[in-house]
């Protein structure tokens, strides 16, 4: 068995493969006070509650956006699965080119995404990723990762309306009953979910521009169902992406 971590800044999503079928999967809060025993039995309290005996976790994978936490986790795995987990980094085989100026800057979490949606979509392809940030990625039709955008996530902009504006309060992310909120928490719900689907209907029109007519979009991300419903511009939802890139990179890099 493979397990797959993905470290983002807000949420570390995990998932573990059983052969190529992706089996139960989890989100914790990403926490760089956390020590590496607290995230080990964390994993084997998971792994636990799955039914599934910590011994049985063969190899790992790590794809992370935090530098603290990818060594915490490293140990974590290494102490408490027996497993000297992959780290996807700049030397790390992936199968696709990266034609951005300097390759090294782009982020783990964009170089699995982009692995991943060459299994689901064939052509041009835009990744919209709603995490702490929302990322726009593009795949060329060969198959190139070429760049990107990158716009403050839902949960942030909410965050900076509380802090920065004493009279509202902080809502939850939801639906709201209309685009015209009759009051104040409706009219922030509405603001902030239908705010984002304008702006991911905004950029993936740009990018089919630049991509071509025939570019699918792929979402993904925690927040990629909720938003997805009020949208026909996200085709397909695959909430597991990174995962799955995961999986992928590492049956390239592993050793015989």
């Avoid at 041009?124 to 716009?151: H, Q, R």
Wanted: proline share 5%; with cysteine; charged share 20%.
């Amino acid at each position: 068995m493979l397990l797959a971590i993905d470290v983002g800044n807000t949420s570390i999503t995990i998932g573990l493969f059983q052969e190529e079928t992706l089996g139960p999967c989890w989100r914790l809060a990403s926490d760089s006070d956390r020590t590496s025993d607290e995230y080990g039995i964390l994993l084997v309290q998971l792994l636990d509650r799955a039914g599934i005996a910590s011994g049985e976790v063969k190899h790992a994978a790590i794809a992370s956006v935090v530098p603290p936490l990818t060594g915490t986790l490293q140990q974590a795995c290494r102490e408490y699965l027996n497993s000297d987990p992959l780290v996807v980094d700049a030397g790390t085989r992936t199968g696709i080119p990266l034609r951005y100026e300097d390759p090294k800057q782009v982020g783990a979490d964009r170089v699995v995404n982009a692995v991943a949606v060459r299994r689901i979509v064939t052509g041009p392809v835009c990744v919209v990723d709603f995490g702490t940030a929302t990322i726009f990625d593009a795949i060329t039709g060969e198959g190139e990762y070429i760049g990107g955008a990158i716009a403050p996530g839902i949960g942030i902009s909410s965050d900076a309306l509380f802090r920065r504006a004493a009279k509202l309060p902080r809502v939850e992310i939801l639906r709201p009953p209309a685009a015209i909120g009759k009051n104040t928490v409706h009219a922030l719900q509405s603001g902030l979910l239908f705010g984002y689907v304008g702006l991911v209907e905004g950029m993936v029109a740009r990018f089919r521009a630049e991509l071509g007519p025939d570019m699918k979009t792929v979402g993904t991300g925690s927040l990629v169902e909720l938003v997805a419903r009020e949208t026909d511009s996200i085709d397909i939802v695959e909430p597991w992406l990174a995962l799955q890139g995961l999986k992928l990179i590492y049956g390239l890099n592993r050793k015989p």
